[in-house]
T-cell receptor, first 110, second 114 residues
Framework: KNEVEQSPQNLTAQEGEFITINCSYS?????LHWLQQHPGGGIVSLFM???GKKKHGRLIATINIQEKHSSLHITASHPRDSAVYIC????????????FGKGTRLHILP | GAVVSQHPSWVICKSGTSVKIECRSL??????MFWYRQFPKQSLMLMAT?????????EQGVEKDKFLINHASLTLSTLTVTSAHPEDSSFYIC??????????FGPGTRLTVL
């Protein structure tokens, strides 16, 4: 079983829909990252969380440390949001090394 | 927020040549830098951990003589793929750690070996 699991693996939605991507992990962490990877491969760091909730524009990320779960929400989704969203956790017992989820491929239709 | 850059963003080279990829933390000193590799349709995988002034620590299965890492300063780490082969074609990403806590990712470098 992977230490970081994302769901769904693939998601197609209409423009304007509210999007939720989930990440569950099974290890102790010091931080959790949400990354966005565009078709060309370039990576953008969206959020780094250790507790609570963060918001940036139309993106909201939450984390529940007790439940070992995080969600990434996109409000008023737009075709330019189409990308792979990757959850990554910083393992507290492995010298800060990062474990990546397999990613969620999001496709927003116009 | 903090910025990490990589150069080049993409490179195409002939088999047998060496390629150097730079990772820079632009506005902070990075205590540690990590190098990752991502094959098509796969997760990113950690290759090595790089600390300034000391030898890099490589993950199991990563050849240290093939992937040379130099961490010459607190703002620069380089990854050199020596004698590159087509199977080394991949997306290489670095991340930099600020003040032992925050980790920032570079945009990545796509390497294609012909």
């Amino acid at each position: 079983k992977n230490e970081v699991e994302q769901s769904p693996q693939n998601l197609t939605a209409q423009e304007g829909e509210f999007i939720t991507i989930n990440c569950s992990y099974s290890v102790g962490i010091s931080a959790l990252h949400w990354l966005q990877q565009h078709p060309g491969g370039g990576i953008v760091s969206l959020f780094m969380l250790s507790s609570g909730k963060k918001k940036h524009g139309r993106l909201i990320a939450t984390i529940n440390i007790q439940e070992k779960h995080s969600s990434l929400h996109i409000t008023a989704s737009h075709p330019r949001d189409s990308a792979v969203y990757i959850c990554a956790v910083r393992h507290v017992n492995r010298d800060d090394k990062i474990i990546f989820g397999k990613g969620t491929r999001l496709h927003i239709l116009p | 927020g903090a910025v990490v850059s990589q150069h080049p963003s993409w490179v195409i080279c002939k088999s047998g040549t060496s390629v150097k990829i730079e990772c820079r933390s632009l506005d902070f000193q990075a205590t540690t830098m990590f190098w990752y590799r991502q094959f098509p349709k796969q997760s990113l995988m950690l290759m090595a951990t790089s600390n300034e002034g000391s030898k890099a620590t490589y993950e199991q299965g990563v050849e240290k003589d093939k992937f040379l890492i130099n961490h010459a300063s607190l703002t620069l780490s380089t990854l050199t793929v020596t004698s590159a082969h087509p199977e080394d074609s991949s997306f290489y990403i670095c991340s930099a750690v600020r003040e032992w806590v925050e980790q920032f990712f570079g945009p990545g470098t796509r390497l294609t070996v012909l």
